[in-house]
């Protein structure tokens, strides 16, 4: 169930067509997915994958870091060091 949260919410926050609103509801999803999931590590993985790719414009580039400073200071210590 949440690998199915997980990508859901990730797709959502990947389209270049969702708004500012959209965004920030995704954000706040995944933060709770986070603060419930024990390996956040595939979550990670994902949003390095979306920094990384030219689906995403620079402001939801810069969304997508804040949201991995938000994930590392809340579950920094569970995250694999290779992250």
Do not use: N, Y
Not at 4 to 13: E, G, V, Y
């Amino acid at each position: 169930m949440q690998a199915q949260l997980q990508t859901t919410f990730l797709k959502a926050f990947g389209d270049p067509q969702s708004s500012l609103q959209v965004r920030k509801i995704v954000i706040e999803c995944l933060l709770l997915l986070v603060s419930t999931t024990p390996r956040v590590d595939p979550i990670v993985k994902e949003l390095i994958s979306l920094l990384d790719s030219d689906k995403i414009d620079g402001e939801q580039k810069m969304e997508v870091s804040e949201m991995l400073a938000l994930i590392i200071r809340t579950k920094g210590k569970s995250i694999q060091q290779a992250m």
